[in-house]
């Protein structure tokens, strides 16, 4: 989506709301294999004294893969959108910073780029998922699965010795 801000840009105070559904067919992320719901991107552009902002947020619903133990799981997803838009980059190396064309500012593009840049590189079901037995393959968070150390450590010990011939 494409927002014209040229009567804003004129108009110091002026505010525009926006709110738009992300075309999420393109879009791809390790551990995502699809979304729930429609991506929206909702917001608000302001005119503060000259300064163009925009603030908003993109929300959706997402079913995600554990990197670790392989487990489907839906998971919210929710990102802040904090950018300044401006006629002429002052500051080359802000990636916060994105130009108008012309009075016109892309909002889609904002969008995407704020998710690419954010997004984890690495979907777990959650912070301490114990992952699959390298073994036998079972899921540990669902309990142990007995390929773990010898429990009589007399064994454990012999085994450590022919392991060393
Ligand atoms: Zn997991
Ligand atoms: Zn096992």
Redesign the pocket.
């Known amino acids: 989506m494409r927002a014209d801000l040229r009567e804003l840009i004129a108009s110091p105070g002026k505010k525009l709301d926006f709110s738009f559904v992300l075309d999420s067919a393109d879009l791809s992320f390790d551990g995502v294999l699809r979304f729930l719901t429609p991506v929206t991107v909702k917001g608000v552009i302001e005119n503060h004294a000259g300064h163009i902002t925009l603030t908003g947020v993109i929300e959706a619903d997402m079913l995600c893969q554990c990197a670790r133990c392989l487990k489907e799981f839906p998971m919210p997803l929710r990102r802040e959108l904090a950018a300044y838009l401006a006629e002429e980059l002052e500051d080359e190396d802000n990636e916060d910073y994105y130009l108008l064309e012309d009075g016109w500012a892309d909002l889609e593009q904002i969008a995407r780029d704020t998710l690419i840049l954010n997004f984890e590189p690495r979907i777990l079901c959650r912070e301490d998922c114990k992952g699959l037995?390298?073994?036998?393959?079972?899921n540990?968070n669902e309990g142990?699965?007995?390929?773990?150390e010898d429990p009589d450590p007399r064994m454990a010990a012999l085994r450590q010795l022919l392991e060393r011939e």
């Open positions: 037995c390298p073994k036998c393959g079972r540990l142990p699965c007995g390929c773990g």
